[in-house]
């Protein structure tokens, strides 16, 4: 049994559909924690731990994806989808390190400073959009890849 395959099926296009919804949620997540102190109260921890199950998933779909590219071959879909997938994994980081800093600051830190509010709202944006609009065009590539077109 192949490490990456379930009941003979491959992992990647299982797992992928738990990236595909857990990154734009968990940006969704810090966005709204970094700009609505209501939201941030009522979400908590569940944002950083939803950060933590999204940089722990992405790698693992990363692996599974290229374990399924060797299987294919060295289609140009596949290597252009593979390719934008290696870049997901910073963007999964920045949103595990801001919702982690940003939930430290407020639960721990001597209160809000409207600079460093500033700063966590500035970067969960970036880090939310950014993170976002890479697993859309993964998935836009990875569409082609198996659909073409």
Do not use: N
Not at 9 to 38: E, M, N, Q, R, S
Request: hydrophobic share 65%; with cysteine.
């Amino acid at each position: 049994m192949d490490l990456f395959e379930i009941a003979g099926l491959p992992l990647h296009p299982l797992i992928v559909h738990a990236v595909v919804i857990l990154v734009p949620l968990t940006a969704l997540a810090l966005i709204l924690g970094a700009l609505l102190p209501a939201a941030r109260k009522r979400l908590g921890i569940v944002t950083p731990i939803a950060a933590l199950v999204v940089l722990v998933l992405v790698p693992i779909t990363m692996l599974a994806g290229q374990a399924l590219a060797q299987q294919v071959g060295p289609v140009p879909a596949v290597v252009h989808h593979a390719a934008l997938g290696g870049l997901l994994w910073p963007w999964a980081l920045a949103i595990f390190v801001v919702a982690a800093v940003q939930w430290c600051w407020y639960r721990f830190g001597e209160g809000p400073r409207k600079t460093a509010r500033m700063i966590l709202a500035a970067l969960a944006v970036v880090s939310g959009v950014g993170s976002t609009a890479m697993v859309v065009l993964i998935g836009e590539a990875g569409a082609r890849a198996v659909w073409g077109g």
